[in-house]
């Protein structure tokens, strides 16, 4: 019997796995990938965007920075200390579960639930025994295994589902939102190595003196950068005139230019993270069909991107492709109904809650495939309630991630991994106050 079992080690997961196994209670965190970490490890999604001065529930992120830091995976740059290095997270994320109690299957997933009413009791995964193992280190300083065997089902008292597409919700016959299903494009990160950073920095304060597009600082020795373009045309971008000429030249197609974002990488000498290409398609990231086919379209236009790189850019010279993402940046999917459905309004009208689990002043993001139409609303603080990250079906059953209960446009403030780390500690705390009484 556990406490809490979390379907999805990524950004919301791992937060509350931590935070609720440090506040006492028996944690099972459940991963299908052969890694924690979800969006910023797989997905390559760095860094962490600013969300604000005033945020709550930010004691994971404050451990995982400590932790990065501890390895040489973390940077602070530009005020922000979330850069960080996406293959030591993976690292940083295991010690983090450990010293926090937690138990972690990798390479497995929830396939059904058990319910009694409407409570799921417990719930079943895709392997059929499962061998427990606490690790040691004994005196001649060897690894010692202590095995346990546990039967399915494994039961809790309450569940997260942290999946990102809400797989918990569904296979529980939760209802859902559906607004016309509006989707947002998704994206394909990648990263390239072998930059000669200072040589490209140095271009870039050449080319653009727009210090809220363009940044370069030097820190501890190793030059830190960040640049962007997209082919909307309300903005006077310092790039278009070479992307302009590549796609005149064939050498990237019109589409592939439709959003340029790219960063360096901390504990990455010489390495480059792109966010990009993002895929004008309009495909639903629930159908495998369309998932398989924006994957090949993207890693097309991927080669596009580092032909043009290696043209157009000092620095690029002897630059190659080291890192393509596992997984599709996916912005909007499923969404459950909960016990309260969270608006644009709510944004707008910086309504309080008796019991938020969040707050940010991160802005309304909508991408759009076409021209010109995509959304980037500043905002001043909002909150977000408890009640959105709860079933409205199931009472035991807790969502956090991009799947929560909001509508289109309040998910799209609400997506980013500052946010996922408040909501999954948000969550974790609650429980354990309902479990002290």
Same mark, same amino acid.
């Given at each position: 019997?556990?406490?809490?079992?979390?379907?999805?080690?990524?950004?919301?997961?791992?937060?509350?796995?931590?935070?609720?196994?440090?506040?006492?209670?028996?944690?099972?965190?459940?991963?299908?990938? +052969?890694?924690?970490? =979800?969006?910023?490890?797989? $997905?390559?999604?760095?860094?962490?965007?600013?969300?604000? &001065? *005033?945020?709550? #529930?930010?004691?994971?992120?404050?451990?995982?920075?400590?932790?990065?830091?501890?390895?040489?995976?973390?940077?602070?740059?530009?005020?922000?200390?979330?850069?960080?290095?996406?293959?030591?997270?993976?690292?940083?994320?295991?010690?983090?579960?450990?010293?926090?109690?937690?138990?972690?299957?990798?390479?497995?997933?929830?396939?059904?639930?058990?319910?009694?009413?409407?409570?799921?009791?417990?719930?079943?995964?895709?392997?059929?025994?499962?061998?427990?193992?606490?690790?040691?280190?004994?005196?001649?300083?060897?690894?010692?295994?202590?095995?346990?065997?546990?039967?399915?089902?494994?039961?809790?008292?309450?569940? +997260?589902?942290?999946? =990102?597409?809400?797989?918990? $919700?569904?296979?529980?016959?939760?209802?859902?939102?559906? &607004? *016309?299903?509006? #989707?947002?494009?998704?994206?394909?990160?990648?990263?390239?190595?072998?930059?000669?950073?200072?040589?490209?920095?140095?271009?870039?304060?050449?080319?653009?003196?727009?210090?809220?597009?363009?940044?370069?600082?030097?820190?501890?020795?190793?030059?830190?950068?960040?640049?962007?373009?997209?082919?909307?045309?309300?903005?006077?971008?310092?790039?278009?005139?070479?992307?302009?000429?590549?796609?005149?030249?064939?050498?990237?197609?019109?589409?592939?230019?439709?959003?340029?974002?790219?960063?360096?990488?901390?504990?990455?000498?010489?390495?480059?993270?792109?966010?990009?290409?993002?895929?004008?398609?309009?495909?639903?990231?629930?159908?495998?069909?369309?998932?398989?086919?924006?994957?090949?379209?993207?890693?097309?236009?991927?080669?596009?991107?580092?032909?043009?790189?290696?043209?157009?850019?000092?620095?690029?010279?002897?630059?190659?492709?080291?890192?393509?993402?596992?997984?599709?940046?996916?912005?909007?999917?499923?969404?459950?109904?909960?016990?309260?459905?969270?608006?644009?309004?709510?944004?707008?009208?910086?309504?309080?809650?008796?019991?938020?689990?969040?707050?940010?002043?991160?802005?309304?993001?909508?991408?759009?495939?076409?021209?010109?139409?995509?959304?980037?609303?500043?905002?001043?603080?909002?909150?977000?309630?408890?009640?959105?990250?709860?079933?409205?079906?199931?009472?035991?059953?807790?969502?956090?991630?991009?799947?929560?209960?909001?509508?289109?446009?309040?998910?799209?403030?609400?997506?980013?991994?500052?946010?996922?780390?408040?909501?999954?500690?948000?969550?974790?705390?609650?429980?354990?106050?309902?479990?002290?009484?």
């Amino acid at each position: 019997m556990y406490d809490v079992i979390v379907a999805g080690g990524g950004t919301s997961g791992c937060a509350a796995a931590y935070i609720a196994g440090k506040c006492g209670l028996k944690v099972l965190l459940i991963e299908k990938n +052969i890694h924690l970490g =979800g969006t910023i490890s797989s $997905g390559l999604v760095v860094p962490v965007m600013l969300s604000g &001065e *005033n945020q709550i #529930n930010t004691e994971f992120y404050r451990d995982l920075i400590a932790e990065l830091s501890s390895i040489g995976g973390q940077v602070t740059y530009q005020n922000n200390s979330g850069w960080f290095n996406p293959e030591l997270i993976k690292i940083a994320l295991d010690r983090m579960m450990e010293k926090a109690s937690v138990d972690v299957l990798l390479g497995t997933s929830v396939t059904s639930v058990q319910k009694a009413g409407r409570d799921i009791v417990s719930v079943s995964i895709n392997t059929k025994i499962l061998s427990e193992y606490s690790e040691q280190i004994d005196t001649n300083n060897n690894y010692v295994f202590s095995h346990k065997i546990l039967s399915e089902p494994i039961a809790a008292r309450y569940i +997260i589902d942290a999946t =990102g597409n809400c797989e918990i $919700g569904k296979i529980s016959d939760c209802e859902f939102l559906n &607004e *016309n299903h509006e #989707n947002q494009p998704v994206s394909l990160r990648f990263i390239m190595s072998g930059v000669n950073l200072e040589v490209f920095g140095k271009w870039l304060l050449e080319v653009d003196s727009d210090r809220n597009v363009t940044t370069v600082e030097n820190i501890d020795g190793y030059t830190h950068l960040s640049t962007a373009y997209t082919w909307d045309t309300s903005k006077n971008w310092a790039l278009a005139p070479f992307f302009d000429d590549a796609v005149s030249k064939n050498i990237i197609k019109d589409y592939d230019r439709n959003y340029f974002q790219v960063f360096t990488v901390a504990g990455m000498p010489g390495a480059v993270a792109f966010n990009c290409p993002r895929i004008v398609d309009t495909i639903n990231p629930l159908n495998i069909i369309d998932t398989s086919m924006a994957l090949k379209y993207a890693r097309s236009s991927i080669l596009r991107i580092t032909k043009f790189c290696k043209t157009y850019f000092p620095g690029f010279e002897n630059a190659y492709i080291s890192n393509i993402a596992d997984m599709l940046g996916v912005r909007v999917s499923r969404r459950i109904k909960g016990k309260y459905i969270y608006t644009i309004d709510d944004i707008k009208t910086h309504r309080t809650f008796e019991h938020p689990v969040l707050i940010s002043n991160y802005p309304v993001d909508v991408h759009s495939a076409q021209k010109d139409t995509s959304i980037l609303d500043i905002t001043s603080d909002y909150q977000l309630p408890i009640e959105a990250l709860m079933s409205a079906d199931i009472d035991n059953l807790f969502v956090v991630g991009r799947c929560i209960s909001a509508d289109f446009k309040a998910q799209a403030a609400l997506r980013v991994q500052a946010s996922c780390f408040s909501m999954g500690e948000g969550v974790a705390r609650y429980i354990a106050n309902l479990m002290s009484y």
